[in-house]
C-alpha cells in the first residue's frame, strides 16, 4: 500500500508540476512575463530542494527524492524562464529572491542541520521545516478564496487545479501515514482541508455571472459588462492566470440616454484583462 500510495502521488505531483507549463509558453512566445509574479515558483523549488534533502536523510524515502527531483527541475526552468523574460525590476527581483531563499536560504539550513544537529533531531528540525514551509504553500490560495467569495467568480480557481491539488493531498497523506512519517502526513491534512474547501466554493459560485460594472471607469455612456470565463487556463492557486482573448465573453449592453433614446446602439469597451 506505500507503494501504491507513493506510486500516485508521484503522478498527481507530476501533473500538479505540470499546471503552470502553459503559461510559460505564452511567455516564451511573447517573450514577456506580462505582469506574472515569479514567488510561486521560486518558493516550490525551496520546498522541493528541502524535501528532497529531508529524505535523503532518511531511508526507504526513494519516492519522495524521485517526486522532488523532478520538481526541483522543473521549477528551475520555470523560474529561469521567468527572469529570461521579464523586465529589468521583476528580473532583479527574481534574482534577489532566488539568492535569498534557494541559495543563502538552503545554505544556511543545510549548515545548520548538517554541523550544529545530530542524529535524530537533525530529522525532526528539518521535518518541522518542511511542514511549515508546506502549509505555508497550502495555504496560499487563502487570497483566491477570498476574491471568489468577494466577486462571486470562480474565473482565477480552476476546478481541475482544486481537485488535483487534492487528491495529492490526499496520496500523500496515506502515504505519509501508512509510513508511520508524521512530518509527510501533517502538511497534506491542511492541504486536504484547503482543497476540499475551494471545490466547495466551486459548486457553490460556478454558475454566476460576474457584474463587473463597479470595476470600469464611468463615462457619459453607462456600460454593463457580463463577464464568463470559458476556458481558463491551469495555473498555481497562488498566482493569477493570464486569459487570452478567447477566454473571455464580453456582452456589452448601453442604457437609454436622452429619454430613452438607443438609436446609437450599443457601446463596446474593451476591459482590461487581470494580470
Known amino acids: 500500500m506505500v507503494l501504491t500510495f507513493g ?19 505564452r511567455i516564451l512566445k511573447k517573450k514577456s512575463t506580462e505582469g506574472f509574479q515569479c514567488v510561486p515558483y521560486v518558493v516550490a523549488l525551496l520546498s522541493s530542494m528541502l524535501w528532497m534533502y529531508y529524505a535523503m536523510l532518511k531511508t526507504n524515502e526513494t519516492l519522495l527524492i524521485t517526486i522532488n527531483s523532478v520538481g526541483c527541475f522543473i521549477e528551475a526552468i520555470y523560474v529561469s524562464i521567468y527572469i529570461s523574460y521579464a523586465p529589468k525590476k521583476a528580473r532583479m527581483l527574481a ?6 531563499l534557494n541559495i543563502v536560504g538552503f545554505g544556511l539550513i543545510l549548515i545548520f542541520t548538517h554541523f550544529l544537529v545530530k542524529g535524530s533531531v537533525r530529522v525532526q528540525v528539518l521535518g518541522w521545516i518542511c ?6 504553500v497550502y495555504v496560499a490560495p487563502l487570497s483566491i478564496m477570498r476574491q471568489v467569495i468577494r466577486t462571486k467568480s470562480v474565473e482565477f480557481m480552476p476546478i ?5 491539488l487534492l487528491l495529492n ?9 501508512l509510513l508511520k512519517d508524521f512530518y509527510i502526513g501533517v502538511p497534506n491534512i491542511v492541504g486536504f482541508i484547503f482543497g476540499a474547501l475551494q471545490i466547495i466554493l466551486y459548486l457553490i459560485y460556478k454558475n454566476c455571472k460576474v457584474d463587473v460594472e463597479d470595476k470600469l471607469p464611468t463615462d457619459s455612456v453607462k456600460t454593463k459588462t457580463i463577464l464568463t470565463a470559458t476556458t481558463p487556463e491551469i495555473h498555481p492557486i497562488c498566482s493569477l492566470p493570464i486569459q487570452d482573448d478567447h477566454n473571455i465573453e ?11 433614446d438607443d438609436s446609437t446602439g450599443p457601446t463596446e469597451r474593451k476591459v482590461d484583462e487581470p494580470n
Open 7 to 25: 506510486i500516485l502521488g508521484n503522478l498527481v505531483s507530476f501533473l500538479v508540476y505540470l499546471a503552470p507549463a502553459p503559461t510559460f509558453y
Open 131 to 136: 511542514v511549515t514551509l508546506s502549509a505555508s
Open 95 to 100: 534574482l534577489k529572491l532566488v539568492v535569498l
Open 160 to 164: 481541475s487545479l482544486s481537485f488535483a
Open 250 to 260: 464580453i456582452i456589452t449592453v448601453a442604457d437609454e440616454i436622452n429619454g430613452g
Open 169 to 177: 493531498a490526499v496520496m500523500w497523506f496515506f502515504y505519509g501515514l
